[in-house]
Structure formats: C-alpha cells, structure tokens
C-alpha cells in the first residue's frame, strides 16, 4: 500500500507562479512511477504529468513548456512547478502513484492517490 500526501495547493494571479509536493510513504518510492492529475468543478479528472522510476517526463498539451514535474527519491516526494498560470489551471490536484502502467494518460492505469490539493487562479 503507498499514501500520497499532497501540499502546497493556493490561490495565485494569472502569471504568477506555484510548487505543489507530494509525499509518499508505504513502499519503495524509487520503483514506483508518479503522476499528476486535476479535476476542475464539473469536468472529468485529466491527466497533467508524470514521471517514471527512470525520471521520464511526459505532459499533457495544455500545460507543456509552463509545468515541471520533478522527483527525489532521498526524499520520498514529487513536485509539480506550475509558472505562467492561467485561469483554467484552476482545479483540485492530485497526486497518483502506479507500478505497471500501461497507459499514463488513464486514470484507470494509476493504482495509488492522494486526497488532492487546490489550486485557484484567478484573473
């Protein structure tokens, strides 16, 4: 079993910048593959990053070139730096956790999330 803690969600303007972590803890980080997803009110939870064990990174379009997501395995976390945000970033974000994923832009293919974590951005 892992859990995945997620922090750092807030309310920021349009342009401005956000870091949102998350911790795990339960099973042997390094192994596992990390990702980012967002639900919006009213809208279906989509896929935003994610990062293998190897530290691959793939994006959704939306948020390439302004979204960074990061790993550190001494530390357990992995973190999403959000620059150039916009008003359709605003949405609860959670952390998701997986070992064998046959597809990263599924939900269905994460085993392992988090509580969520919110992030407004207002214009």
């Known amino acids: 079993q892992v859990q995945l803690v997620e922090s750092g969600g807030a309310l920021v303007q349009a342009g401005g910048s956000l870091r949102v972590s998350c911790a795990a803890s339960?099973?042997?980080?390094?192994?596992?593959?990390m990702g980012w997803f967002r639900q919006a009110p009213g809208k279906e939870r989509e896929f935003v990053a994610f990062?293998?064990?190897?530290?691959?990174?793939a994006y959704a379009d939306s948020v390439k070139g302004r979204f960074t997501i990061s790993r550190d395995n001494a530390k357990n976390t992995v973190t999403l730096q959000m620059n150039s945000l916009k008003p359709d970033d605003t949405a609860v974000y959670y952390c998701t956790a997986g070992e064998r994923i046959t597809n990263i832009y599924r939900r269905d293919g994460y085993s392992y999330w988090g509580q969520g974590t919110q992030v407004t951005v207002s214009s």
């Open positions: 990062i293998s064990w190897r530290a691959t990174t």
């Open positions: 339960g099973r042997t980080f390094s192994s596992l593959a």
